[in-house]
Antibody, heavy 114, light 107 residues
């Protein structure tokens, strides 16, 4: 069974940092592109980042470029999102999603507030 | 950035009725258009990819059509569990973008 489980969310002050993790199982992680998508409270979906199967290629939404860094550890079947210089506009549920967006995690809530 | 405009914003229908949801792109996305269903407190669920291909396990009452800039998700006969928010997504251009969503509510 394919599973994606996000962790690392929480309350952080404006300007702070947070690192999200996405632990996966049930598929050959190293063969798949992975994505991060977020959803602000009561709002729609926003694609955040993409990373190729090897980790050599990455893409970011303009809203996070220069502040967020996506990475992966294929030996640990895990995906990461390092988030720096957080602002209130980054408050959202963050989802990891497999290539093709056929499997998603349950999401982890990031709240940026003083 | 490709802007996806979904209509209507809210659709009120009864179980058994046919639902037609629209997604219009600001430029051609070829056939790289997907549809998702999201219920409160849940992650989105992939319904349709590449315009008209049903994802694994998706009932046949869900169908997708269109090309270029105009796309449609049709639910042939609504079941009680189909009332949710639906999003379209384009994967043809960076950045990947989503529509703002259509809320399908029980009339």
């Amino acid at each position: 069974e394919v599973q994606l489980v996000e962790s690392g969310g929480g309350l952080v002050q404006p300007g702070g940092s947070l690192r999200l993790s996405c632990a996966t199982s049930g598929f050959s992680f190293s063969n798949y592109i992975m994505n991060w998508v977020r959803q602000a409270p009561g709002k729609g979906l926003e694609w955040v980042s993409y990373i190729s199967s090897s980790g050599s290629a990455k893409q970011y939404a303009d809203s996070v470029k220069g502040r967020f860094t996506v990475s992966r550890d294929n030996a640990k079947d895990s995906l990461y999102l390092q988030m720096n210089s957080l602002g209130a506009e980054d408050t959202a549920v963050y989802y990891c999603a497999r290539q093709g967006y056929d499997y998603w995690g349950q999401g982890t809530l990031v709240t940026v507030s003083s | 950035e490709v802007v996806l405009t979904q209509s209507p914003a809210t659709l009120s229908l009864s179980p058994g009725e046919r639902a037609t949801l629209s997604c219009r792109a600001s430029q051609s996305v070829s056939s790289y258009l997907a549809w998702y269903q999201q219920k409160p407190g849940q992650a989105p669920r992939l319904l349709i990819y590449d315009t008209s291909n049903r994802a694994t396990g998706i009932p046949a009452r869900f169908s997708g059509s269109g090309s270029g800039t105009d796309f449609t998700l049709t639910i042939s006969s609504l079941e009680p569990e189909d009332f949710a928010v639906y999003y379209c997504q384009q994967r043809n251009h960076w950045p990947i973008t989503f529509g703002q969503g259509t809320r399908l509510e029980i009339k």
